[in-house]
């Protein structure tokens, strides 16, 4: 069973920058891929960002790519999104998931459906 809380959003103005950071219990985190998620109002949640366990593969919604970065420290059982150059489009409840866990080091999920564990999700919102 794994656990996740996530924190650090909040009402930002366009271009400023967030840092969300994802919790999680469970003595095999580092086993896990971890991914981001995001669900704007009336809309579906989609995928935002996931990394390998290893830390060693990442990939980006193209929505994102180059504005945010997935990083993880798994001695710390925390998955981090660092969101940079924000937009109002951006505005989202975020939601951290994981996956696994599993013997690839360099195994991601782009995905919801794979994903066994969410977060309750945290609200980012950004102002123009």
């Known amino acids: 069973q794994v656990q996740l809380v996530e924190s650090g959003g909040g009402l930002v103005q366009a271009g400023d920058s967030l840092r969300l950071s994802c919790a999680a219990s469970g003595r095999t985190f580092s086993r896990y891929v971890m991914g981001w998620f995001r669900q704007a109002p009336g809309k579906e949640r989609e995928f935002v960002a996931t990394?390998?366990?290893?830390?060693?593969?990442?990939y980006y919604a193209d929505s994102v790519k180059g504005r945010f970065i997935i990083s993880r420290d798994n001695a710390k059982n925390t998955v981090y999104l660092q969101m940079n150059s924000l937009k109002p489009e951006d505005t989202a409840v975020y939601y951290c998931a994981a996956d696994g866990p599993y013997a690839d080091p360099n195994r991601v999920v782009i995905t919801s459906a794979p994903y066994d564990y969410w977060g309750q999700g945290t609200q980012v919102t950004v102002s123009s």
């Open positions: 990394i390998s366990w290893s830390g060693g593969i990442t």
